[in-house]
């Protein structure tokens, strides 16, 4: 089976300018999380959704937003770039919601670089 | 703010040898989950422990969990060139534990 796949593996955008990415969770995985991990530093949530629904936000700005499909891959985007947005964005699944006892599956990364 | 700290930063030890990493936290946990990353590369799920545990096994792997002095340790024994890496622990909290808290990471180099 496939695990978490996330695309695009690599970008670079310029300050401003707006970015997808993308996430196909594991199958039967209904809830998704996204992180966002700069340069040696720990993931930091952002987002997770579950059954298509925004169950937690983490402290990022507006400028960031999610949805989540009907077939439970998801979309982060992130509008008016800033330098500070290059970092690895991971994205997570997990078979239900709560963590409690729930191994949370992580995908490859999104590599993002704003110049 | 993350809520875990490892221990050390940096790891340095010879194949054959075993290598422990720390990691503390702040506020009262669901599960702790420890992880390992590749320079550049996703999450890698190692062992998850829950609170009611105090220690858990996976093959080269031994975690330990002591919720009072709220920290948990990472053992890998007869370490390998192939185990280098970052290991991340992860706390997700009762209630509503959706969300994963990392530390900063230990950074484990293994020379052949």
């Known amino acids: 089976d496939a695990g978490v796949t996330q695309s695009p593996t690599h970008l670079i955008k310029t300050r401003g300018q707006h970015v997808t990415l993308r996430c196909s969770p594991i199958s039967g995985h209904k809830s998704v999380s996204w992180y966002q991990q700069v340069l040696g530093q720990g993931p930091q949530f952002i987002f997770q959704?579950?059954?298509?629904?925004?169950?937690g936000r983490g402290n990022f700005p507006d400028r960031f937003s999610a949805r989540q499909f009907p077939n439970y891959s998801s979309e982060l985007n992130v509008n008016a770039l800033l330098l500070g947005d290059s970092a690895l964005y991971l994205c997570?699944?997990?078979?239900?919601?709560?963590?409690?006892?729930?191994?949370?599956?992580f995908g490859e990364g999104s590599w993002l670089t704003v110049v | 703010s993350q809520q875990g700290e490892e221990d050390p930063q940096a790891l340095s030890i010879q194949e054959g040898e075993n290598a422990t990493m720390n990691c503390s936290y702040k506020?009262?946990?669901?599960?702790l989950q420890w992880y390992r990353q590749n320079s550049g590369r996703g999450l890698v799920h190692l062992i998850l422990?829950?609170?009611?545990?105090r220690e858990k096994h996976s093959g080269r792997l031994r975690v330990t969990l002591d919720t009072s002095k709220k920290s948990s340790s990472l053992l890998i024994t007869a370490s390998r060139a192939a185990d280098t890496a970052s290991y991340f622990c992860?706390?997700?909290?009762?209630?509503?534990?959706?969300?994963?808290?990392f530390g900063k990471g230990t950074l484990l180099t293994v020379n052949p």
């Open positions: 422990i829950r609170s009611n545990e």
């Open positions: 959704y579950y059954e298509k629904e925004e169950r």
């Open positions: 506020t009262s946990i669901n599960n």
């Open positions: 997570a699944s997990s078979f239900i919601e709560r963590t409690s006892g729930n191994t949370i599956y």
């Open positions: 992860a706390t997700g909290r009762g209630g509503s534990n959706y969300k994963l808290t």
